[in-house]
């Protein structure tokens, strides 16, 4: 979240408005209130930059303060409702995985690429099973997620070639795939079944599988998933249970997606 560094901008970049949304970022689940040094630490700005970000956003009715600490509002809603209300997919997405979930008894998600992470912009959630809580707006890391595999594996050969060297692949658990190379053959694996299972990669004792939704062109332009604890049975009976309704769900979210395109 800290503010990028000056070298090879473009003429045209508003370098004001960068610092800005830093100082939004800097907030989030594990930081929900902030005092003004924390901000300036969590952006690498100035203490005197960031009461001015900060000050300007409690005006603008984004940011509330009690005169210490700092929280973002509800108001801070709006700006990603913009993008949210253009985007059709969540919406028509949503009955689809409320079926598939009523089936299956697992939570379902449909999330997109953005750069190296996946978004989550759909969710219909079943119980608890990750120690983090996840809600439409939540990332991860797209090389430890069944979602992230079956983006990245749509990817063009250069966008792909450029992710693998320069991405951070960092071992979120003992299971976590971190070699580029095997990295790259699992990617092509999935691209060839048209389906990813991520077994505890991205946390111990969580299963995943995600299957893509492709747009009217056929470019996958979304993944949709379902997540199970461990304990629900072998690595592959989740497959032969979970996989045959996921891929289902996805070509009825297509067809649907076709209608409206």
């Known amino acids: 979240m800290r503010v990028g560094g000056e070298a090879a901008r473009p003429p045209d970049f508003v370098q004001s408005l960068e610092r800005g949304l830093a100082v939004i970022r800097a907030f989030d689940a594990e930081h929900p209130r902030l005092t003004l040094s924390e901000v300036a630490r969590r ?30 509002r509800a108001r801070i ?4 409702y913009a993008y949210l209300s253009g985007l059709s997919l969540p919406e028509i997405a949503q ?8 089936q299956v008894q697992e939570s379902c998600s449909v999330s997109v690429l953005d750069g190296d992470e996946v978004v989550y912009v759909a ?19 797209a090389y430890a997620t069944s979602m992230g595999r079956v983006l990245l594996a749509a990817q063009p050969a250069d966008w792909l070639d450029d992710y693998l060297a320069t991405a951070p692949l960092r071992p979120l658990t003992r299971r976590t795939v971190t070699d580029p190379a095997r990295l790259r053959a699992v990617l092509t694996r ?7 299972i991520v077994d505890q990669e991205l946390e111990e004792g969580l299963r995943s599988l995600a299957a ?3 747009g009217e062109d056929g470019a996958v332009v979304a993944a949709v998933n379902l997540s199970a604890h461990a304990s629900r ?9 979970l996989l045959p309704p996921l891929l289902a769900t996805a070509r009825r979210i297509e067809e649907d997606l076709r209608g409206v395109a």
């Open 233 to 241: 049975g072998s690595f592959e009976l989740i497959r032969r249970e």
């Open 95 to 102: 009955r689809h995985m409320e079926a598939l979930v009523a």
């Open 190 to 196: 999935i691209a060839a079944q048209g389906y990813a």
């Open 43 to 72: 952006t690498g700005l100035t203490r005197a930059a960031a009461r001015r970000f900060l000050l300007t956003l409690v005006e603008l009715g984004y940011v509330h303060t009690d005169g210490r600490l700092f929280s973002l």
């Open 77 to 80: 809603l709006a700006l990603g």
């Open 212 to 214: 893509p939704i492709h």
């Open 123 to 141: 969710r219909v959630p079943t119980k608890r099973i990750m120690t983090v809580g996840i809600n439409v707006g939540t990332r991860f890391p």
